[in-house]
């Protein structure tokens, strides 16, 4: 259930003054009252609201671990302008590995055609991690392989996508992939991977024997180990959702800062006074209480909050009103069977973020649009 950390119940907020995520919600939570038929309806209507077709299946395996990278992100921003969406990516093992048996020359495939088709790649980044113990400079050169060479028929076409100088030193190396991925989402039959050489720099460019970057498994590196080394590709998209609500002009509004919101919490329990008037109020949404726990993987649940309360004559500026929310109440005010008061309702909402686990057990991060009352107004 819906846990309400003050008084107030959802029944007030499904009223007349609409709110969509929350609303559904709210109505899903509630479905122990609901009959089958509603219940799934509230289901797919929010399903709808985060962009997901179905339900991703329950599934008894273990999720696999979080990338760093994802939880990084998480806690911080997507980085590519527009995008609202990343997924990671490991190297897909193929028959075509053991031709590459060398550490300086490998084929890395990413299977991503599970991302759906309305997504939009605004950003692809390839991380490689640094091997230990080498010295001089190297280059790190990535081509999407445009189509593969058959032996002693014909060259691969390769595309250039980058070429990366590479110094001793610590940390990661990031090379730019994304020509390749938006041809890849574009012609997914097409995706035949990308191609990576490390080569010595300057002396006519002969291939590194021991490349300052980790590109390939050894037979050394235990499970664990190469987890944490492999090539990861960070895919950042933008869904039609968002880039219908970009397109609208519709501002990006600041992200939830968790300990800021958090003061807000305890700063209205002080407030009780002023309760019957429009306002912020507290509701958290476990994400385990509607039943989705076993994919929603961050957030465990979130402060959506809702507005409630009375929009009385005359309308404080506080209240945030528009003109036309004080001639409505006006208008209340002289003859209340003409038109209801005007409504509380969010007048600014902001984002989160969630991971989850996709149909095919990867973890997907989204920023979710309005999902959390910032300010409530009388509209
Ligand atoms: C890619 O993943 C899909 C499932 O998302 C699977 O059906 C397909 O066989 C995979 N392709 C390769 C080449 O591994
Ligand atoms: C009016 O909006 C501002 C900014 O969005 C917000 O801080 C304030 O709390 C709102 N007023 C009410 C009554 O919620």
């Avoid at 309806?41 to 962009?51: I, T």
């Avoid at 990576?196 to 499970?223: C, I, M, W, Y």
């Amino acid at each position: 259930m819906i846990v309400l950390s003050t008084g107030g119940s959802w029944r007030i907020m499904r009223g007349a003054c609409a709110c969509a995520v929350v609303c559904a919600l709210v109505a899903l939570c509630a479905a122990s009252g609901l009959d089958e038929g509603t219940r799934a309806a509230a289901e797919r209507q929010l399903l709808a609201l985060l962009g997901l077709p179905h339900r991703p299946p329950h599934t008894h395996r273990p999720p696999p671990p979080v990338p760093r990278a994802m939880r990084l992100l998480y806690e911080g921003s997507i980085p590519a302008a527009a995008a609202n969406t990343a997924r990671s990516f490991y190297h897909t093992h193929t028959e075509l590995d053991h031709r590459f048996p060398g550490e300086h020359r490998f084929r890395l495939y990413f299977n991503i055609s599970g991302v759906p088709t309305d997504e939009v790649a605004r950003g692809a980044e390839l991380t490689f991690q640094r091997a230990v113990g080498t010295t001089g400079n190297q280059r790190l050169l990535l081509y999407d392989v445009v189509r593969p060479g058959r032996k002693g028929k014909s060259e691969p076409i390769l595309r250039l996508l980058d070429s990366i100088p590479l110094k001793p030193a610590e940390g990661t190396v990031n090379a730019d992939a994304l020509g390749a991925a938006r041809r890849w989402l574009k012609e997914p039959k097409h995706n035949h991977g990308l191609l990576v050489r490390v080569l010595e720099e300057g002396s006519g460019s002969t291939d590194a024997k021991f490349p300052h970057v980790r590109v390939r498994r050894r037979a050394t590196d235990g499970d664990e180990e190469w987890r944490a080394l492999q090539p990861l590709l960070m895919l950042y998209t933008e869904d039609e959702r968002a880039r219908a609500a970009r397109e609208r002009g519709e501002t990006k509004l600041t992200r939830n800062k968790r300990a800021a919101q958090r003061r807000g919490h305890r700063a209205h329990h002080r407030r009780k006074e002023a309760r019957e008037i429009c306002q912020r109020r507290p509701l958290f949404v476990d994400f385990a209480d509607v039943g989705w726990s076993d994919w929603i993987v961050a957030p465990h649940g979130y402060d959506a909050y809702y507005c409630q309360g009375d929009c009385p004559f005359p309308l404080a500026d506080h209240l945030n009103g528009t003109n036309h929310a004080i001639v409505q109440t006006l208008v209340n005010s002289v003859n209340p069977a003409a038109v209801p008061k005007a409504c509380c309702v969010p007048t600014q909402l902001s984002s989160i973020s969630m991971l989850y686990m996709d149909e095919v057990n990867n973890v997907v991060l989204k920023n979710y649009q309005d999902m959390m009352v910032v300010g409530c107004g009388c509209r």
